[in-house]
């Protein structure tokens, strides 16, 4: 909501078997790597399978300056994402 991006980082074999709409796959282990391609003007919005490796992501990312929400479980960013692409 409110421009946020929204960044799954569950590994690409979880990723192919359904996304969050408009959402971004980087796994966790290439987030350290891959800072370059994520956004510092936005809030970002980790998710995975449970919610647990989105905590890390987290953490990672809050260390290096980036503002960001541990979104939880993929079923539930999915969801609250595919109401957002309605309204």
């Not at 569950?10 to 290439?30: D, H, S, Y």
């Not at 992501?57 to 960013?77: H, M, P, S």
Request: glycine share 12%; proline share 3%; hydrophobic share 35%.
């Amino acid at each position: 909501r409110n421009g946020a991006f929204i960044l799954d980082v569950r590994e690409a074999f979880e990723a192919k078997k359904g996304i969050a709409p408009g959402a971004t796959n980087i796994p966790l282990l290439q987030i350290e790597r891959r800072l370059s391609e994520l956004p510092r003007d936005r809030t970002i919005v980790t998710y995975c399978e449970t919610g647990g490796r989105a905590g890390k992501a987290r953490d990672i990312l809050e260390r290096n300056g980036f503002k960001v929400i541990n979104g939880g479980g993929y079923e539930t960013v999915r969801k609250i994402a595919m109401r957002q692409e309605r309204s």
